[in-house]
Every structure is written in structure tokens, then in C-alpha cells.
Nanobody, 128 residues
Framework: QVQLVESGGGLVQAGVSLRLSCAAS????????MAWFRQTPGKEREFVAG????????DYADSVKGRFHISRNNAQNTVDLQMSSLKPEDTAVYFC?????????????????????WGQGTQVTVSA
């Protein structure tokens, strides 16, 4: 079992930066690829960014490329999402997710159902 806890959300103005963090506990951290998803009311959970087990591969949704950066610290069992130049359309609940990636260690998965573990989410609200 893996437990994930997000932090760092809040209410910010458009154009500023915000850093989300996800702390993990449980099974060996390096077994897992990690990702950030976001969700707004009435919509499906949307892939934002993903990172493989050692941080050597990352992927981003087109809507955040060049503005968001995902990173992980395997010594501290954390994964961060640095968000810059925030826009009102970035407003959502952001979720941290983990999937066992030992069979496909270099694959970044963008489909939410393939992730086994989820955090409780943290709200990010960007005002115009």
C-alpha cells in the first residue's frame, strides 16, 4: 500500500507561481512512476504531468508545457509540481498519483485508471 499526501495548493492571482508537493509512504518508492492530475467539477480527471521512477523521463499535457515542471526526490519520497505563469484555467483540484512501473520503467502513462494510488487532492484557484 502507498499513501500519498498533497500540499501546497491555495488561492493565487494569474501570472504567479505555485509549488505543489506530494509525500509518499509505504512500499519502495522507486517501484512507482508518479503523476499529477487535475479535475474540475463535472469533468474527468485530466493528466497534467508524469515522471518515471528515477526522474529520467517526464511528460506534460500540452496545456502546461513550458509552464509546469515535475520533479521527484527519491531520497525523501516526494514528487513536486512547480507551476509558473498560472492561468485561471489552471483552477482545479490537483491529485498526486502512483503506479507500479517495474514492468514498464520508462513509460509515462497519461490515463488515470492505470494509476493505483491517489492522494486526497489539493485545491488550486487562480484568479484573473
Amino acid at each position: 500500500q502507498v499513501q500519498l499526501v498533497e500540499s501546497g495548493g491555495g488561492l493565487v492571482q494569474a501570472g504567479v507561481s505555485l509549488r505543489l508537493s506530494c509525500a509518499a509512504s509505504g512500499r519502495p518508492w522507486t517501484n512507482y512512476a508518479m503523476a499529477w492530475f487535475r479535475q474540475t467539477p463535472g469533468k474527468e480527471r485530466e493528466f497534467v504531468a508524469g515522471i518515471n521512477w528515477n526522474g529520467g523521463r517526464t511528460d506534460y499535457a500540452d496545456s502546461v508545457k513550458g509552464r509546469f515542471h515535475i520533479s521527484r526526490n527519491n531520497a525523501q519520497n516526494t514528487v513536486d509540481l512547480q507551476m509558473s505563469s498560472l492561468k485561471p484555467e489552471d483552477t482545479a483540484v490537483y491529485f498526486c498519483a502512483a503506479r507500479d512501473s517495474r514492468a514498464t520503467p520508462f513509460r509515462i502513462v497519461t490515463a488515470a485508471p492505470e494509476y493505483e494510488y491517489w492522494g486526497q487532492g489539493t485545491q488550486v484557484t487562480v484568479s484573473a
